[in-house]
């Protein structure tokens, strides 16, 4: 956002005065803050972690944008980058970070990977996709992306959060603060809990096909 566009609050300023105050709406300046400060959570999960960590390093430098402080906690992060392969046996702790991170917060799937399986998508210990679990603000093709994709991503994330009114977005109604992602079983396979009730059904539904009926 250039400081024309923050400065445009939707009617005209008269032209002696252009130059002297800065008249904006609560939305912009609000927005103009988060999107200038949004903290990534520091973790990779594959080869697309070394693309990401090139981003942070002098040549692409994202302390432009506000983003060099990786984050070590959850408590602290906006930002979840998922950057690499999401196994079975690890997507449940990428589930219980994001649980933990606070309200608004946002996700990007770097990467072929994250966001659809890439190479890996038939194997029997890939998630086909971060966003089967998490919901997913942007996402990034490549295998791997450059550092430009990342920050190409990055910057269309701002354009969503300029995009975001404080009276509409769901983190600031009344009632339930943050929604909980019910955290996947990593058993012989993964199972999703929001899919335990038509997993019973279906179970019920084959043993019931699988009773053979007593022959006289
Ligand atoms: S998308 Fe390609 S580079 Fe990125 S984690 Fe997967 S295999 Fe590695």
């Given at each position: 956002?250039?400081?024309?566009?923050?400065?445009?609050?939707?009617?005209?300023?008269?032209?002696?005065?252009?130059?002297?105050?800065?008249?904006?709406?609560?939305?912009?300046?609000?927005?103009?803050?988060?999107?200038?400060?949004?903290?990534?959570?520091?973790?990779?999960?594959?080869?697309?972690?070394i693309e990401m960590i090139a981003a942070q390093a002098s040549?692409?430098?994202?302390?432009?944008?506000?983003?060099?402080?990786?984050?070590?906690?959850?408590?602290?992060?906006d930002l979840m980058l998922v950057a690499g392969t999401v196994t079975k046996k690890m997507l449940p702790a990428i589930v219980r970070l994001y649980n933990q991170m606070p309200e608004p917060k946002y996700v990007i799937a770097m990467g072929a990977c994250a966001s659809g399986g890439g190479p890996f998508k038939e194997g029997y210990n890939v998630v086909a996709g971060i966003d089967k679990y998490l919901p997913v603000d942007v996402y990034i093709p490549g295998c791997p992306p450059t550092p430009q994709a990342l920050v190409y991503g990055l910057i269309k994330l701002q354009?969503?959060?300029?995009?975001?009114?404080?009276?509409?977005?769901?983190?600031?109604?009344?009632?339930?603060?943050?929604?909980?992602?019910?955290?996947?079983?990593?058993?012989?396979?993964?199972?999703?809990?929001?899919?335990?009730?038509?997993?019973?059904?279906?179970?019920?539904?084959?043993?019931?096909?699988?009773?053979?009926?007593?022959?006289?």
């Open positions: 956002m250039t400081p024309n566009e923050l400065n445009s609050p939707g009617y005209d300023i008269p032209d002696d005065m252009k130059n002297v105050v800065a008249i904006t709406t609560l939305d912009k300046i609000y927005n103009f803050g988060r999107r200038s400060s949004v903290w990534p959570l520091m973790f990779g999960l594959a080869c697309c972690a040549r692409y430098d994202l302390a432009r944008f506000g983003m060099e402080v990786m984050r070590p906690s959850p408590r602290q992060s354009e969503k959060i300029d995009g975001q009114s404080l009276k509409q977005v769901r983190w600031y109604q009344k009632g339930a603060d943050s929604v909980e992602v019910p955290i996947p079983m990593l058993g012989p396979d993964l199972i999703d809990p929001r899919r335990i009730p038509e997993i019973k059904t279906k179970a019920a539904e084959l043993a019931a096909a699988a009773t053979i009926p007593n022959a006289e």
